[in-house]
């Protein structure tokens, strides 16, 4: 209520609107907000299952053949020669069909023994090959190009650096079991690139150790399949061993390139991404929470700078012991794109509304306060006195109606009902303005006040009655009225009294000559009187005129007032002494 009290009419016409709009806006940017969020979290959820089920796919498809390649390279029941070099081309044929089961990616079976012999085959192509050969234990590894299974060894080149089969890895982790394994993830020793080796003990015909047959699989291409993820803009996908060492990344490096000896793998935790450590840390939190079901799972927690990450993750196993963590993590913002863009749209589309409303309720109520100015302005100058101030009647709608009434108002307050001129009230304001208006204008122009005294007007009520009266003084202020200037006004100041205001006089001469003529034009018979008698003489019912001038008689409505009475009982005296 306070509001509507002390509000203008364009506040009270517009601000309800605008509050209205601004509210169904922001309940309907809530709701579409609320109701965008869950959608996108059910099909953010859905989406990063579907996409960890690509990565385990796809790492499913790089291992599945690893076991029929070993198996082809040294079949279980078969046993191994006692030196590489004794039976050279049946293994370099093996290892070729090997090879070709799955060449991308096991294009590199290879195996060595006890003696620190080693044979091994790189495949580039269903055609080109690369035999790798030790078979002394002591020498660097000779390296021969070749085509076609049994196509010509080319003149070999020796490496640098010595190889030693019985210190890697993979020949460690295959000695020490009699199942096939994995070994941890290590950087090869020609490539320098990220590997993994599926490796099998190989025992003689005696059951005795007598070396191990292994096959890579690169990390390379599982971080090529990653990069190529279209993921959102700020969305990534990383695979890590339960240690956290990285075996790919969809961004940034897994593998710290310095020199060929101090090449290292990364960690998640010390990447140098914020983003995939939190994402590790929750969700290698999560696959220890007891014994983690088979299948792709998603959570949301909160990330760097209080963002909100969602991410799907899966474990990978297998009865080599592969054990992984797939793990693709988007902030939510990314899936709120959209949403979040649909409710700015929202808002500025409310905030355009309540412009338009505005604007409209601008111009609308123009259109009414013109009128009501108007009626404004109109009241002011009837209360300053200025009887003919106009009012806007030429309007059929509410504000037209208003103005009817307070014209139908102010003809009621400042008109005399009997004679239909200016009352008492009227005049009073009107001289009131005049002195006014001529002291804030310096105007010493004087105007006049008269006062006007019928004579004889009991005698005619006494003997015509109250009626013939009141025709006598209708009659009286038409010839008034008759007689005046337009701007000059004649109102009845009560009775048989009237006051005549001369807006303008050069002298006190000039107001003598319109109250000679007004005395003329009242000493007439009274046409009134001549239609209501019967063989009766015309009645004069005459009048005495007094004069007061501003500023020379007086400043105040009280003393012009006092002075035009005084000056008209002289006038009556005279003219009572003239006719005697």
């Given at each position: 209520?306070?509001f ?7 506040q ?12 169904a ?10 109701a ?5 979290d059910?099909?953010?959820d859905?989406?990063?299952s ?10 499913d498809k ?11 390279a040294?079949?279980?029941?078969v046993p191994?020669p006692s ?5 050279l ?14 060449l991308?990616?096991?294009n ?12 091994g ?25 070749f085509?076609r ?8 080149e020796?490496?640098t ?7 890697r ?20 020793f ?31 291409l599982l ?12 969305g ?14 969809s ?21 140098g ?9 929750v969700?290698?939190?999560?696959t ?25 993750y ?14 693709v ?16 749209q ?33 009241a002011r ?7 003919d ?15 009817k ?8 307050l ?20 005049r ?11 004087p ?12 005698q005619?009520?006494?003997r015509?009655?109250?009626d ?14 008759n007689?005046?200037?337009?701007s ?5 100041f ?14 006190r ?15 007439e ?7 209501g008698?019967t063989?009766?003489?015309?009645i004069?019912a005459?009048?005495a005129i ?6 020379e ?17 002289q006038?009556?005296?005279a003219?009572?002494?003239?006719h005697?």
């Open positions: 209520m306070n509507y009290s002390r509000a203008s009419l364009r009270m016409l517009i601000v309800p609107y605008v509050i209205l709009v601004v509210l806006a922001t309940v309907i940017g809530m709701l579409s907000y609320n965008g969020r869950e959608a996108v059910t099909l953010s859905y989406l990063l579907e996409t960890v089920n690509r990565i385990t796919q796809a790492v790089h291992i599945s053949g690893s076991e029929a390649v070993l198996e082809t040294f079949p279980s029941d191994p030196s590489v070099k004794d039976d081309d049946e293994l370099r044929t093996r290892l070729w069909l090997a090879t070709s089961i799955h991308d990616p096991n590199y079976a290879y195996y060595g023994n006890r003696k620190g012999q080693f044979i085959l790189w495949r580039y192509s269903e055609t080109d090959a690369e035999l790798r050969l030790r078979t002394d234990g002591v020498s660097p590894r000779s390296i021969y190009r085509s299974i049994h196509g010509e060894l080319s003149k070999p020796q490496e650096r010595i190889f030693e089969p019985r210190e890895p993979w020949y460690k982790a295959g000695q020490n079991t009699a199942q096939q394994t994995w070994t941890s993830i290590y950087i090869d020609k490539t320098l690139q990220l590997v993994t080796t599926r490796a099998r003990r190989v025992n003689n015909a005696a059951g005795e150790f007598e070396g191990v047959v292994a096959t890579d699989l690169s990390m390379q971080n090529e399949f990653l990069k190529e993820l279209k993921l959102s803009p700020n990534f996908a990383f695979i890590v061993e339960s240690d956290g060492n990285l075996v790919a990344t961004r940034g490096p897994h593998i710290k390139n310095d020199t060929r000896e101090d090449n290292r793998r990364l960690n998640a935790m010390a990447a991404d914020p983003w995939i450590a939190t994402t590790y840390k969700v290698k939190a999560l220890e929470q007891g014994e983690m079901p088979t299948g792709t799972r998603t959570s949301s927690f909160t990330g760097p700078n209080g963002a909100v990450i969602q991410a799907g899966a474990r990978l196993r297998d009865a080599a012991g592969l054990d992984w963590i797939v793990a993590a988007v902030p939510r913002s990314d899936f709120m794109g959209s949403i979040t863009e649909n409710v700015r929202t808002v500025a589309m409310a905030l355009v509304a309540c412009m338009l409303i505005a604007l409209i309720g601008f111009i609308t109520l123009n259109v009414i306060a013109r009128g009501l100015r108007q009626l404004a302005v109109a100058e009837i209360g300053d006195g200025i009887l101030a106009k009012i806007p009647v030429d309007r059929n709608d509410e504000i037209g109606e208003l103005a009434s307070f014209a139908s108002m102010q003809k009621h400042l008109t005399d009902r009997l004679t239909g001129i200016p009352n008492r009230e009227a005049v009073v304001r009107r001289i009131e303005d002195i006014i208006r001529q002291r804030r204008r310096g105007d010493y122009h105007f006049a006040v008269l006062f006007v005294d019928l004579n004889e007007f009991k005619i009520n006494d015509f009655g109250h013939a009266g009141d025709r006598v003084l209708v009659e009286i202020a038409r010839r008034l009225v007689t005046l200037r337009e000059d006004l004649a109102a009845r009560g009775g048989d009294e009237f006051i005549i205001l001369l807006e303008e006089v050069a002298n001469n000039d107001a003598v000559a319109v109250r000679d003529e007004l005395e003329r034009a009242l000493a018979p009274m046409q009134s009187l001549v239609n008698m063989g009766e003489a015309r004069i005459g009048a007094g004069i007061a001038l501003c500023p008689d007086g400043r105040d409505l009280e003393t012009l007032l006092k002075r035009a009475d005084e000056d008209m009982y006038r009556k005296q003219l009572a002494t003239l005697s």
